[in-house]
């Protein structure tokens, strides 16, 4: 089932400090999904951890060649990841597909088995089907977009990614 936005924003703020930490120390976690978070307590606005690093890679940005071995799990693997040549963004796209899911109860991308997601992945068409999405905001959608931009140059960085409005707008409310 689909989580309140409110969750998955202090979900996803969370995420991406992890992300724009590991990423500062040239760390490619490559295996961010729902299986991976946990939750260090019991109680209803837990903070997470991101855990299980066993895929993750150290790779320098622009001083050594992207990676290309296709680890991770299929629904939550980039466009680049499957074409063998990625880097840091991967886990941001995998950041946008579990943005994606955690507000509508479903990927983005689908098949019968990973072949017809791989597919799904590739070819790239994804959408924000009414019934699922007409109680979401606008700004949320366009968070999901630019988390999911095909070319991994364009796609938001973690960084990026605290800076949305739809992060900002309701991480501010909580402060008044």
Request: hydrophobic share 40%; with cysteine; aromatic share 10%.
């Amino acid at each position: 089932g689909a989580l309140p936005a409110e969750r998955v924003i202090h979900l996803m703020m969370q995420i991406c400090e992890a992300l724009g930490e590991a990423h500062s120390k040239n760390l490619i976690h490559r295996d961010i999904k729902p299986e991976n978070i946990l939750f260090e307590t019991q109680e209803e606005d837990a903070p997470i951890k991101l855990i299980d690093f066993g895929l993750s890679r150290r790779h320098v940005e622009g001083m050594e060649p992207n990676l290309s071995n296709p680890v991770g799990s299929a629904y939550y693997m980039s466009p680049e990841l499957l074409k063998r040549n990625y880097s840091a963004p991967t886990d941001i796209w995998s950041t946008g597909i579990l943005t994606y899911i955690l507000l509508c109860g479903y990927a983005p991308f689908n098949g019968d088995d990973d072949d017809e997601i791989f597919d799904a992945i590739l070819r790239g068409h994804f959408d924000f089907p009414e019934r699922r999405w007409m109680d979401k905001s606008p700004l949320c959608i366009d968070f999901i977009k630019c988390l999911l931009r095909r070319d991994p140059r364009k796609r938001y960085t973690a960084q990026e990614a605290l800076m949305h409005p739809w992060i900002v707008d309701m991480t501010s409310k909580d402060i008044l």
